[in-house]
């Protein structure tokens, strides 16, 4: 393999990382948008300003759950 090749190769996995962040960081908002339709006597962000720690624990298991999520659907059962 030559090194053009070796660049663009990269240059496209660098791409497609890009990609995918901007992908995650979008559908993780709309994934909290929806907790935030789900729970409409709660306000997770007010309690979060107030350090209030048991909505942040339960803000952060929803959010890596979602990883989870995501990971298993990228990677598949092994």
Avoid: C, Q
Avoid at 29 to 50: N, Q, S
Avoid at 53 to 62: C, E, K, N, R, W
Wanted: hydrophobic share 60%; proline share 3%.
């Amino acid at each position: 393999m030559d090194f053009n090749a070796l660049l663009m190769e990269f240059a496209r996995d660098i791409g497609w990382a890009v990609v995918a962040s901007v992908a995650m960081s979008i559908s993780l908002g709309i994934l909290l948008a929806v907790y935030d339709k789900l729970t409409p006597r709660l306000d997770e962000m007010e309690e979060l300003k107030k350090g209030n720690i048991a909505v942040a624990i339960v803000v952060a298991a929803v959010i890596l759950s979602y990883g989870f999520v995501v990971g298993m659907i990228v990677h598949g059962p092994k």
